[in-house]
């Protein structure tokens, strides 16, 4: 047990957490970037439990209300939070990496500015796609898709999957979505993809819809050399292309060429900006596709969990990790 809630804090029973990619980074390279593993290390950063105790000071919630939790650490005061990118803070702590543990636990202490209330109606685990849901709500702040715009994805994960759903949402006209694992590319097709193909085929899928033009704006969730240099190829002039995924490498040899002949927007993004709010009113909706969540493992399967997720097996899309 963690100790008793200061002042201003939290204790949260977790109740169900997902998995998120840069969870996978940690557990498959180490690390992320140049930022190494320091074990033990606690992985997990999309929670969502019910509060068990309150610190002094503490009025806006109580023993027993459902939250989901926000999981980069800030202070608030420096240039960048006063400035409203909360997700740049210059000492920001974030649970799941070596600063601090993360939530694969059953219980953890936070602020309790980092506790959002979740509605009766909605479940632990559907609590846990708010913390990926806000980050794309800052994605498109960043980079929105206007209406009748057309739209490319690279990989359909978790996170690309809903790219293309809020697109779709956001008014694209065509939505297309590339991944070389095929049970991935069906999940897209169910969730109203216009065009899912194999990465090697995207880009001549592009062409030949848009008779050569290539589209207004590209996602790249993958990360990988291959599909950033085909987002290049496969926006159009003045296009925008948005890096959203995580490399494994820690250095990526890009050739800029072709994005500067054709004059691309290229947009970087750094996790969310407090767009959890936005993201519960999104799910509430119910525009959001079913399906994104395949398995729901209990606390004690997430070494299998992990495994399952590493080898794209038993047509894996989301993994919510439940915890009784």
Request: aromatic content about 4%.
């Amino acid at each position: 047990m963690p100790p008793d809630p200061g002042r201003g804090e939290l204790l949260v029973r977790l109740r169900a957490v997902g998995i998120c990619g840069s969870d996978m980074h940690w557990y498959l390279e180490g690390g992320i970037g140049s930022s190494r593993a320091v074990y033990p290390q606690v992985l997990g950063h999309e929670p969502a439990g019910e509060v068990v105790a309150v610190g002094a000071g503490v009025s806006s919630f109580s023993v027993g209300g459902r939250v989901a939790l926000e999981p980069s650490i800030t202070c608030g005061r420096c240039e960048f939070c006063r400035a409203g990118k909360h997700n740049n803070c210059v000492s920001s702590v974030f649970m799941g990496s070596p600063q601090m543990f993360g939530l694969f636990r059953e219980y953890a202490v936070i602020p309790v500015s980092n506790a959002v209330l979740i509605p009766d109606s909605m479940s632990f685990t559907e609590a846990t796609i708010i913390e990926p849901v806000a980050v794309i709500l800052h994605v498109f702040e960043l980079a929105p898709v206007r209406l009748g715009e057309t739209v490319a994805v690279m990989g359909a994960g978790p996170i690309g999957l809903l790219v293309a759903s809020m697109a779709r949402i956001a008014g694209a006209s065509k939505v297309f979505i590339a991944d070389p694992v095929a049970h991935r590319l069906r999940m897209a097709e169910s969730m109203g993809v216009d065009v899912a193909v194999e990465t090697p085929r995207l880009q001549q899928a592009i062409m030949d819809h848009t008779r050569g033009r290539g589209v207004d704006i590209v996602f790249d969730a993958a990360a990988k050399l291959e599909t950033i240099h085909g987002a290049f190829a496969a926006a159009r002039l003045s296009g925008r292309v948005v890096l959203i995924g995580i490399p494994s490498e820690p250095h990526l040899p890009l050739d800029l060429n072709i994005a500067m002949a054709k004059e691309l927007n290229l947009q970087t993004i750094k996790r969310s900006n407090h767009n959890a709010h936005g993201a519960i009113d999104l799910l509430q909706s119910g525009r959001l596709p079913a399906g994104l969540v395949t398995h729901e493992p209990c606390l004690d399967q997430t070494p299998q969990a992990f495994e399952t997720l590493a080898a794209y097996a038993d047509g894996v899309g989301k993994i919510v990790i439940r915890i009784p």
